[in-house]
C-alpha cells in the first residue's frame, strides 16, 4: 500500500480489543518510488498505536515485510497507552535504498513512546528484525513518561543507514531521548542486542528526569556523535 497526503495518520489502530494487527511492506509517508516526500502532502502521523490496542506487528523478518516510514509531519510511528506491540525490521526516515534522507520532521521524533507504553520490543537479535531510525528531524526514538516502562529497544540502527555510514544531509539530533521513563532496555548481553548510535547530531543517548531510573543500557557501539 502506498499511503501519503492524507491529513492525520496515515494508519491509526486504536481501543482496547483492537489487537493482533499486521501492517508489513508499506510506504507510508512517501511517494510511488518510496524515496521522497509527496509534494504537498502534510501527513502527520505514519504509524499511530493507541488507547489500549495491543500486541500489533509493525513491519516483521520475512522478505519484505519492511515498512518505508517517512516523510511525516511529525512521528514516524506513536505508541500511545499500547503493550506488547512488535516493531521490526522497518525504515524510518530514509528512503528505498538507504541513501537519501527522507525525515519524520517538524523537530519530532521516528519512533515516539508515551503514556502507559509498556513491553514493547522495538527491534530484536537478528538482521532482519532491525529497524534503521535515521534522518529524522529531532529524535530517532523518544521514550517519555513514567508509565512508558519494560521496553526493549535492541539491534538496530539508529543514526546510520543499513551500511553503517552517515546520510546526506541528516540531521537527527538524538538517537534516543528518554525522559522520566524507567526500566527499559536499550541493547543487551546477548548476541544482536547491541544497537549502533552513529552519526547523530548531538547525542547518541540522552536520559533526564527524576523519575529515569533502572533503564540498562549495554553493548551499544555509540560514536560519531558531534555533540553542540
Not at 16 to 32: A, E, H, L, M, P
Not at 107 to 115: L, T
Not at 188 to 202: C, D, L, P, R
Amino acid at each position: 500500500n502506498i499511503i501519503s497526503a492524507n491529513e492525520q495518520s496515515g494508519i491509526e489502530i486504536e481501543s482496547f480489543g483492537t489487537s493482533y494487527n499486521k501492517i508489513k511492506g508499506n510506504y507510508i509517508g512517501v511517494n510511488i518510488n518510496g524515496d521522497s516526500i509527496i509534494q504537498g502532502s502534510s501527513q502527520d502521523y505514519g504509524i499511530r498505536i493507541y488507547n489500549n490496542s495491543r500486541m500489533n506487528t509493525v513491519g516483521g523478518t520475512a522478505s519484505g515485510d519492511e515498512n518505508i516510514i517517512s516523510g511525516n509531519t511529525m512521528h514516524g510511528i506513536w505508541l500511545n497507552d499500547t503493550e506488547l506491540d512488535t516493531i521490526w525490521g522497518n525504515v524510518i526516515g530514509i528512503g528505498v535504498g538507504g541513501v537519501n534522507a527522507v525525515a519524520n520532521s517538524t523537530q519530532q521524533s521516528g519512533i515516539y513512546i508515551d503514556g502507559t507504553t509498556q513491553r514493547n520490543d522495538i527491534g530484536n537479535t537478528t538482521n532482519n528484525s532491525r529497524n534503521i531510525i535515521s534522518s529524522n528531524d529531532n529524535y530517532g526514538i523518544y521514550v517519555d513518561g513514567t508509565a512508558s516502562t519494560g521496553n526493549k529497544i535492541r539491534g538496530n540502527y539508529i543514526g546510520c543507514n543499513a551500511a553503517l555510514a552517515n546520510l546526506v544531509s541528516a540531521s537527527q539530533n538524538y538517537g534516543l531521548y528518554i525522559t522520566s521513563s524507567n526500566s527499559n532496555s536499550i541493547g543487551g548481553y546477548k548476541a544482536g542486542e547491541a544497537n549502533t548510535f552513529s552519526f547523530n547530531t548531538v547525542d547518541g543517548i540522552y536520559i533526564n528526569g527524576a523519575s529515569a531510573h533502572y533503564n540498562l543500557i549495554s553493548r551499544n557501539p555509540i560514536h560519531n556523535t558531534i555533540a553542540t
